[in-house]
Structure formats: structure tokens, C-alpha cells
């Protein structure tokens, strides 16, 4: 609830969760091909993270790691981070990685974000500044929401930056120092 407002944060959270409920649950409508508006002890189902994160505090549910999360995906990374298509797997992996790390315990979806994290990085800033847009236009579509942005925010630094090379002198008169002093009679 930190970014109630932002869309970004509404968006991370609508990633689904397999969650297992601890208490039985009446009125409530998971499926709407169900017979019955109930949820029974132990049922195992997908949730949107917003909606697992309240019924986890109420101690109602308990939350499995996602499937963006798995094995597989941790050994694609491990690989080669650069080339593992993250978009697909969760639009916003990193922030939702975030949420879910402390809801599921497991410390090693903090490690894998940081390890992937640090790799891509590098990748993005050196496509950013050197690439032309031919050859990034399918690197692009392996980027998260995250990376997204943080590629166009390289891009116009080095825009702002080349802008700033070739045009006007190199150094400015600043205009405190045109003034002149009034003389002291």
C-alpha cells in the first residue's frame, strides 16, 4: 500500500500467487464456474497478489512461490541472465519479486532478483548508449517494465549528453561575474 497511487505498483500486484487456504471460506466466488460460493479448507488456488497479501495477514492462506519463480527459471538466469526473456514470465518481475519474497520466505528469490539484476544492467546501459534501433527492437521485447525504463532513461541521458557536446561553447560566462562593482566614494 506504499504506492496506492502509483500504476506501476497496481499493476506488479496483479500477478498471480498459488496460495493454500487454512480456513474454509463461504461467499467468496474464485471460480465463476463453480457450483458453490464457498472456498473449502485446504483448496489450492491462484490469487492476485494484492488479494493474497490480505488474506496472508489475516493468517488465512498461505503462499507457495510463483511459477515465475521456479527452478527453471532460476537456472535460465544463473545461465545467462541477458537473454532470458523476464517480460514474459512477469511484466514486472523485479518489484514483484519484491512483494512476494517475504510473504514465501524464501531468501534465495532476493539473491536471484540481485544476481539478475546486476547482469542485465550492465546490458542495458551498453545497448542504451551504443545500439542503433534496429538491433535493439528484439532486445526490448525480453525487458521487464522496470528495464523498460530504465533503458529510455539511458537513452535520453545520452541524448541530453550529445546534445550538450555539439552544441554552444564549451564554457559560459556566468552572469555574476558581467557586473560590474559601483565604485565607494
Not at 510473504?103 to 550492465?122: C, H, M, P, W
Request: net charge positive; aromatic share 10%; proline share 4%.
Amino acid at each position: 500500500m506504499a504506492n496506492y497511487y502509483n500504476i506501476d505498483d497496481i499493476l506488479a500486484e496483479e500477478g498471480f500467487v498459488p496460495v493454500v487456504f487454512h480456513k474454509a471460506a463461504n461467499g467468496v466466488v474464485i471460480d465463476p464456474s463453480s457450483e458453490t460460493n464457498s472456498v473449502e479448507q485446504g483448496a489450492k488456488v491462484e490469487l492476485p497478489l494484492w488479494l493474497a497479501q490480505e488474506l496472508y495477514l489475516r493468517q488465512a492462506i498461505s503462499i507457495s512461490v510463483p511459477a515465475c519463480f521456479s527452478q527453471r527459471t532460476r537456472l535460465e538466469i544463473q545461465a545467462d541472465a541477458a537473454c532470458v526473456d523476464l517480460k514474459s514470465r512477469s511484466p514486472y518481475f523485479y518489484e514483484f519479486g519484491c512483494k512476494i519474497a517475504p510473504l514465501v520466505g524464501d531468501k534465495t528469490i532476493e539473491i536471484l532478483l540481485l544476481s539478475a539484476f546486476k547482469i542485465r544492467y550492465k546490458e542495458i546501459l551498453t545497448k542504451a548508449y551504443t545500439a542503433v534501433f534496429t538491433t535493439t527492437s528484439k532486445f526490448l521485447t525480453l525487458l521487464t517494465k522496470e528495464e523498460t525504463n530504465l533503458y529510455e532513461a539511458a537513452q535520453a541521458s545520452m541524448a541530453a549528453f550529445k546534445k550538450w557536446r555539439m552544441g554552444g561553447p564549451r564554457l559560459q560566462r556566468a552572469s555574476v561575474l558581467g557586473r560590474k562593482r559601483k565604485p565607494l566614494d
